[in-house]
């Protein structure tokens, strides 16, 4: 790997975290503390682009391989929070055990239909 696609990753990784910030904080402010839906949001989405940037990269090939890299990798990498949504998932647990199950099964759930609406529109544009 180049230096030059490192730092790419490291930039686009970088940019992924600082939205990943924005939007848990957004939801903070707008739905509160009680459930991580900060965390949520970004994982869905995150599903949702991922699945949209893979298919106009390997079936439109509208986007390139470095473009898909950079963005997959790169900023979902940051933008998504799996070990956050592992933690939020055991906070949740210490306070309503159904709670941890509920949130696991839910983000996952959403992450996967999102990932396949992001396949699907791709497929259309």
């Given at each position: 790997?180049?230096?030059?696609?490192?730092?790419?990753?490291f930039?686009a990784g970088g940019?992924?975290?600082?939205c990943?910030?924005l939007?848990?904080m957004?939801c903070?402010?707008?739905?509160?503390?009680?459930?991580?839906?900060?965390?949520m949001?970004?994982?869905?989405?995150?599903c949702?682009f991922?699945?949209?940037?893979?298919?106009?990269?390997?079936?439109?090939q509208v986007?390139?391989?470095?473009?898909?890299?950079a963005l997959?990798?790169?900023?979902?990498?940051?933008?998504?929070t799996?070990?956050s949504l592992i933690f939020?998932?055991f906070?949740?647990?210490?306070v309503?055990?159904?709670?941890?199950?509920?949130?696991?099964?839910?983000?996952?759930?959403?992450?996967?239909?999102a990932?396949?609406?992001?396949?699907?529109?791709?497929?259309?544009?």
């Amino acid at each position: 790997m180049s230096l030059s696609v490192c730092c790419i990753l490291f930039l686009a990784g970088g940019l992924g975290t600082v939205c990943r910030y924005l939007v848990t904080m957004g939801c903070t402010h707008f739905f509160g503390k009680g459930w991580p839906l900060g965390t949520m949001a970004a994982n869905v989405l995150g599903c949702f682009f991922f699945g949209l940037v893979i298919t106009l990269a390997c079936e439109r090939q509208v986007v390139s391989d470095a473009a898909r890299t950079a963005l997959c990798v790169g900023f979902l990498g940051g933008f998504t929070t799996f070990s956050s949504l592992i933690f939020d998932s055991f906070s949740l647990g210490q306070v309503r055990p159904l709670y941890l199950f509920l949130n696991l099964v839910l983000q996952i759930g959403l992450g996967f239909g999102a990932l396949m609406a992001g396949l699907s529109a791709g497929k259309s544009l």
